[in-house]
Nanobody
Framework: EVQLVESGGGSVQIGGSLRLSCAASGFTGGSRFMVWFMGWFRQAPGKEREGVGGVALDSSRTYYADSVKGRFTISQDNAKNTMYLQMSNLKTEDTGMYYC?????????????????WGQGTQVTVSA
């Protein structure tokens, strides 16, 4: 059973930084053609959940949404089975519930419906 646990959310002022963590367990399977991906998604009140970015665990290739490129950095610590989201130069539009997700597949997917496992979420609030 895959389990994902996020931490690190909080409140910060515009231009500030936060680091989110996602501790993972239970990854099994995987092959040359099917690899585990971990991703970050966020959802603001009244809006749909959107992909922020993620990483392919076998290659460490990272993926970023245009809205966060240059401001957010995704990394992984394989020894700790943890993925991180370092967020800098935060804007009010970055406010929302941030979720960690995982999927086993052949390509990275941006749509939430393609992801099978989800954490409970951690709130990020950016204010003036």
């Amino acid at each position: 059973e895959v389990q994902l646990v996020e931490s690190g959310g909080g409140s910060v002022q515009i231009g500030g930084s936060l680091r989110l963590s996602c501790a993972a367990s239970g990854f099994t399977g995987g092959s040359r053609f099917m690899v585990w991906f971990m991703g970050w998604f966020r959802q603001a009140p009244g809006k749909e959940r959107e992909g922020v970015g993620g990483v392919a665990l076998d290659s460490s290739r990272t993926y970023y949404a245009d809205s966060v490129k240059g401001r957010f950095t995704i990394s992984q610590d394989n020894a700790k089975n943890t993925m991180y989201l370092q967020m800098s130069n935060l804007k009010t539009e970055d406010t929302g519930m941030y979720y960690c997700a995982a999927r086993l597949g052949s390509v990275y997917r941006w749509q939430p419906e393609f992801w099978d496992y989800w954490g409970q979420g951690t709130q990020v609030t950016v204010s003036a």
